[in-house]
């Protein structure tokens, strides 16, 4: 088991949890408008949706590294040029965060936590983004594949949790401070940027 590549996984991971993506902009806006344990049921409806698309790219993807060296191979390089495309869309994308609460109803926490999961497996991106994330990550030469994405996607699920669960617990204080220093969308923008060129480049470097 190499724990370099776990470590770097968990790194990567908390890097694009904490990044202002509408995840976070959406936790964040439940947990100013309605209360914190209201955004935390978002953010639990969030996190839960991922083991849909975990169990999807787990089975998928385990039969085509077995298949095929080459193929996992090209798997590897789309899934880095879609990072590269990912980390292209931030740059061209606004700074600015735009905080409001006009398009936030208020419901209740089990409404929220549906909400949130069917939001998140309604997104193919994830599925996508999972796709292209995961396989540069594999860390071990005698789990099974599957085995390997699944503990892949608990880590994404809980290391995305505590990040979630920390901006709902926070939410008033960082809704004030990203109103006060209009310079911080800038610096969360370019750290997207970087997380995911890097991220792009350690696939395409790591071996299966």
């Known amino acids: 088991m190499d724990v370099d590549v776990l470590i770097s996984f968990v790194i990567a991971t908390s890097a694009l949890a904490i990044a202002p993506g509408p995840d976070v902009i959406y936790v964040l806006m ?14 639990v409806g969030l996190v839960t949706g991922c083991l849909v698309h975990t169990t999807l790219v787990a ?13 996992f191979f090209g798997i590897k390089l789309l ?9 292209y869309k931030v740059y061209k994308s606004d700074a600015n965060l ?17 909400q949130g999961f069917i939001m998140n497996v309604l997104n193919p991106k ?3 983004f999972f796709l292209a994330f995961f396989p540069g990550f594999l860390f071990s030469n005698t789990l099974g ?14 290391v995305s949790f505590i990040v979630f669960a920390t901006i709902a617990i926070l939410g008033g204080s960082i809704s004030e ?13 370019w750290m997207q ?9 350690f696939i395409l470097l790591s071996e299966k």
Do not use: R
């Not at 089975?59 to 193929?71: H, M, Q, R």
């Not at 899934?79 to 990912?86: H, K, N, Q, S």
């Not at 735009?98 to 549906?114: A, I, N, S």
């Not at 940027?193 to 480049?201: Q, R």
């Open 30 to 43: 439940q947990s100013i408008t309605n209360g914190k344990s209201f955004g935390i049921a978002t953010a």
């Open 59 to 71: 089975f998928g993807i385990s039969a085509i590294i077995k298949a095929s060296d080459s193929i």
């Open 79 to 87: 899934g880095a040029i879609y990072l590269i495309y990912l980390a």
């Open 98 to 114: 735009m905080l409001t609460d006009t398009l936030v109803p208020e419901k209740t926490g089990v409404q929220l936590f549906k």
């Open 126 to 128: 994830v599925s996508i």
């Open 145 to 158: 594949t599957i085995q390997q994405f699944y503990i892949l996607g608990f880590i994404f699920i809980g």
């Open 177 to 189: 401070y990203l109103k006060q220093h209009k310079g911080t969308g800038l610096v969360l923008k």
């Open 193 to 201: 940027i970087i997380v995911f060129i890097g991220i792009a480049m």
